[in-house]
T-cell receptor, first 112, second 115 residues
């Protein structure tokens, strides 16, 4: 699986937009990009997944440039409850179950 | 849909004893389940891949005789930590795979404390 690099931590305030960028220079052609959120003492929760360009759902947007060597998770108007660790993973889909390799993740702290 | 549960949510056991953790897919069948371990302030580390009806595949450095995995049905996988020691204290998380999409859904985790 492609190695990913993310900032270790980020700080923000309530109501702001937060953008977390992930680098994955060795992403393969059939790799998708998936972001998970994890609260303390809980299992990871799926946020969003994409292959190219832009994907948006009810909680976040995912921006992927044409070369796909990076991706940006965008959280609009964060609240205190968005304080969590965010993991970016890359791996192939529709080719069998992939071993999910979690990197260090980005610890987001949202303050009042 | 796609809910995964774990039991117990937390357990304390004495050094030298064994403890079993269950992972269930509640509303779908999972031929493949994964077990992860997470130490405080660290990322999740894959321990093993559990396939229904066959032996689990362990990651390098994970002792298969210490971490026994049984995947006897399409909705249940168990992880037994044998002869537990304080260094086995950790947060154990399972995920269950949905065959139609190869997506993985995570359980809430089990906090194991070995005294």
């Amino acid at each position: 699986l492609a190695k990913t690099t993310q900032p270790i931590s980020m700080d923000s305030y309530e109501g702001q937009e937060v953008n977390i960028t992930c680098s994955h220079n060795n992403i393969a052609t059939n790799d998708y990009i998936t972001w998970y959120q994890q609260f303390p003492s809980q299992g990871p929760r799926f946020i969003i997944q994409g292959y190219k360009t832009k994907v948006t759902n009810e909680v976040a947007s995912l921006f992927i440039p044409a070369d796909r060597k990076s991706s940006t998770l965008s959280l609009p108007r964060v609240s205190l409850s968005d304080t969590a660790v965010y993991y970016c993973l890359v791996g192939g889909m529709n080719t069998g179950f992939q071993k999910l390799v979690f990197g260090t993740g980005t610890r987001l702290l949202v303050s009042p | 849909g796609a809910v995964v549960s774990q039991h117990p949510s937390r357990v304390i056991c004495k050094s030298g004893t064994s403890v079993k953790i269950e992972c269930r897919s509640l509303d779908f069948q999972a031929t493949t389940m994964f077990w992860y371990r997470q130490f405080p302030k660290q990322s999740l580390m894959l321990m093993a891949t559990s396939n229904e009806g066959s032996k689990a595949t362990y990651e390098q450095g994970v002792e298969k005789d210490k971490f026994l995995i049984n995947h006897a049905s399409l909705t249940l996988s168990t992880l037994t930590v044998t002869s537990a020691h304080p260094e086995d204290s950790s947060f154990y998380i399972c995920s269950a795979g949905l065959a139609e999409t190869y997506e993985q859904y995570f359980g809430p985790g089990t906090r194991l404390t070995v005294t």
